[in-house]
């Protein structure tokens, strides 16, 4: 007990420094572990987010599939539920082709935001967890969900490796 809460004690301390100098609220909250983004690398990566909703918007597909590693990532919405996967396989969660023929072949557009993200990095790994918001375009919100996508830098550019997808039950 008395551990814990000197724990505890600690890393409000190393939050509230953080804070003080100037750490981005993903920095603040990452202060005590190993796997904070480094500033340089965290701006990168929010660009790269940046990218991703405003060539998904306008229906870019050339600028959406630059920031992937390749077309045959794993990238798929995965059903909630226990027993969702019946027959798993790497196969069948390579599905950005799906998500392609949706958002950017399907002759509708859409409009896609982020938020509560959430990032981490060591060296060129690293993994992003954010909650998303879908419309078509110039609607209200109404889709919502949870992504994690896994990230590798390459020749200084961070890529896309893979992203899995869920939706929020809204009643």
């Known amino acids: 007990m008395i551990r814990s809460l000197a724990s505890l004690i ?18 603040a909250a990452a202060a005590a572990t190993r796997n904070a983004p480094k500033a340089q690398d965290e701006v990168a990566i929010r660009k790269l987010l940046s990218n991703y909703t405003t060539s998904l918007s306008t229906g870019n597909r050339k600028a959406f599939e630059l920031q992937l590693l390749d077309l045959d990532i794993p990238f798929s919405h995965v059903n909630g539920g226990a027993g969702a996967v019946h027959n798993p396989s790497l196969a069948i969660f390579q599905d950005y082709a799906g998500f392609r023929k949706i958002i950017f072949d399907g002759g509708k557009r859409y409009q896609q935001r982020f938020s509560n993200i959430k990032i981490e990095q060591v060296g060129n790994l690293a993994q992003i967890s954010l909650d998303y918001q879908t419309a078509l375009l110039g609607d209200q919100y109404k889709g919502s969900g949870w992504k994690v996508m896994q990230l590798i830098k390459l020749n200084g550019q961070w890529k896309i490796a893979s992203e899995f997808f869920t939706g929020y039950d809204e009643q």
């Open 10 to 27: 600690i890393t409000c301390l190393l939050l509230c420094i953080a804070n003080v100098r100037g750490a981005t609220p993903t920095q």
